[in-house]
């Protein structure tokens, strides 16, 4: 039984960006990052309107197909409901095509949102469990979609036993003197693009390398930030994609020499330094700068947040 909600309902997300991958950890670890869209939502009598603001104005799509919209369908379907229209407003923060997980944002803050609605009609909200296998549907993976919905540093996988396959995901505690620095650049990469890049098969030798990393940067980031040079290390799929990307890559390369550990945001062209020092070498920052990123400190992302009209919920 589906409930037709009623006009004039309304419903608010804040949603983090994310950085998937972390070097080694393909598909399966991310790290939510202080970047936040905001969605806000009113349930009308028909029609769909859409308003976007910022980061994609003028160039997503303002139909059904915008993604925030499908999600929030999705998750009102989920959860019993449906709306005879809505008036949407996204306030964009989080840059498109950068691989800072702007798509996962916005089909976790579309699902978000459609628990403040759910919520006033006394019907149950999805869960964190539910909200991360309905976005990672979306997506292909939950890496980005993970990190978005518990905040933080997460370790997710994927059972393609099921049908559809099964999500999930559990938290890390991130060790608190490990410091983030994206380096966001002008250009834009398509993730979908970049993973053509990747071969279909992998000699034993890279698994091992990679198996053993990524084991590694657990420790490291929870309770041994000294291995996260080593942690971060790579053969999978940076290198296969630093030539579609060869400013990225070498700004990867440059920050590593400087002794700090850095590995590509998801499928790139953003690069992520995680360090313990209070700021990265001079050498780094101008070699940024000089190639065009936008190189700062940024805080860890929360878990997403929703509400409806009034108390924010996590």
């Known amino acids: 039984m589906t409930v037709k909600l009623p006009a004039g309902l309304t419903s608010h997300a804040t949603v983090a960006a ?3 991958n972390l070097g080694p950890g393909f598909d399966s670890l991310g790290l939510a ?25 003028g160039q997503v799509p303002q139909t059904a197909e915008h993604l925030v919209v499908r999600a929030l369908h ?5 959860g019993g409901a449906g709306v005879p229209g809505l008036l949407v407003r996204c306030r964009n923060a989080i840059p498109h095509s950068r ?11 579309g699902l978000a949102a459609a628990n403040g609605l759910l919520a006033q009609a006394d019907l149950q909200p999805l869960t964190d469990a539910h909200l991360i296998q309905l976005s990672s549907e979306f997506e292909g993976h939950p890496d980005n979609a993970s990190a978005a919905v ?9 059972d393609t036993r099921t049908t ?22 002008q250009v834009r990469s398509s993730t979908a693009e970049t993973r053509v890049l990747l071969p279909d098969h992998v000699s034993h030798v890279d698994a091992r390398f990679n198996l053993s990393r990524a084991a590694l940067l657990v420790v490291a980031l ?5 291995l996260l040079m080593a942690a971060t290390d790579d053969v999978l799929h940076q290198p296969q994609r630093g030539p579609a990307m060869p400013a990225s890559a070498e700004y990867l390369q440059v920050l590593r020499r400087c002794g700090v550990p850095a590995v590509l945001s998801g499928a790139g062209p953003s690069v992520l330094a995680l360090t ?21 400190e940024m805080t860890v992302g929360e878990a997403v947040r929703w509400s409806s009209g009034v108390a924010v919920r996590g």
């Not at 691989?99 to 803050?109: E, F, K, P």
């Not at 313990?276 to 700062?296: K, M, N």
Request: no cysteine.
């Open 33 to 57: 990052l202080g970047l936040y869209d905001e969605i806000v939502v009113e349930t009308t009598d028909a029609g769909l309107i859409i308003e976007v603001d910022g980061e994609g104005a």
């Open 18 to 20: 994310s950085s998937a």
């Open 99 to 109: 691989g800072l997980g702007s798509s996962a944002a916005a089909v976790v803050g």
């Open 74 to 78: 999705r998750g009102l379907t989920a």
């Open 164 to 185: 559809p396959a099964t999500y999930s995901a559990a938290p890390l505690r991130l060790h608190p003197d490990i410091r983030l620095f994206p380096g966001i650049p």
């Open 276 to 296: 313990t020092s209070a700021e990265l070498p001079a050498e780094a920052v101008e070699f940024g700068i000089a190639t065009g990123f936008t190189v700062s």
């Open 150 to 158: 518990l905040g933080g540093a997460v370790v997710s996988w994927t």
């Open 222 to 226: 929870t309770e041994r930030p000294d």
